[in-house]
Nanobody
């Protein structure tokens, strides 16, 4: 099992930037894929970005604005969020899994471990 702890959330004005971090511990050697999801009240959790076998994947809504990266030595994954919009407001969750990411499958299919989430609020 992998334990995940997110940090870096907060309140930012529209157009601003935030950088989320997710520190992994435990069976991190099995984390082939790491990713970020987000959720707002009353809505299903939605895919944001993933990094798997050195490839990156993004939801259309964040392409060109968000960048996912990974520091394998530090067992940490990052989400750099630029040009933030009010609709990016959500709780952001880090996820890890041992299966490779596939665009032909559900975005959540590789993931078996989830963090507790960090709140991101973008004011207009």
């Amino acid at each position: 099992q992998v334990q995940l702890v997110e940090s870096g959330g907060g309140l930012v004005q529209a157009g601003g930037s935030l950088r989320l971090s997710c520190a992994a511990s435990g069976r991190t050697f099995s984390s082939v894929t790491m990713g970020w999801f987000r959720q707002t009240p009353g809505k299903e959790r939605e895919f944001v970005a993933a990094i798997s076998l050195s490839k990156t994947y993004y939801a259309d809504s964040v392409k060109g604005r968000f960048t996912i990266s990974r520091d394998i030595a530090k067992n940490t994954v990052f989400l750099q969020m630029n040009s933030l919009k009010p609709e990016d407001t959500a709780v952001y969750y880090c996820a890890a899994g041992y299966r490779p990411f596939s665009e032909r499958l559900s975005p959540s299919s590789p993931f078996g471990s989830w963090g507790q989430g960090t709140q991101v609020t973008v004011s207009s």
